[in-house]
């Protein structure tokens, strides 16, 4: 069996921020902005994460959907 790598996807309502952790073990080395997207790397280039900021602007129908899901779940 292959196993999957762990994706994780959270929204932050008083940021307005979405960040989808792709590699939740790597060392953040640099981070590079482009307007509302900033995209994470390791010190070998790869993705760590990517963040969207101002992100119920950008996507709002996910980010709703997002936060219904996150206050339905337990801390």
């Not at 992100?55 to 996150?70: H, M, T, Y």
């Amino acid at each position: 069996m292959v196993s999957r790598p762990t994706r994780i996807v959270r929204y932050d309502p008083d940021a307005d921020a979405l960040i989808i952790i792709l590699r939740p073990r790597g060392r953040l080395s640099y981070a590079e902005e482009e307007d509302s997207i900033v995209i994470h790397y390791d010190e070998e280039g790869r993705v760590l994460a990517i963040e969207i900021l101002e992100a119920s602007k950008i996507i709002p129908r996910l980010v709703e959907a997002l936060a219904k899901r996150q206050a339905a779940i337990p801390a």
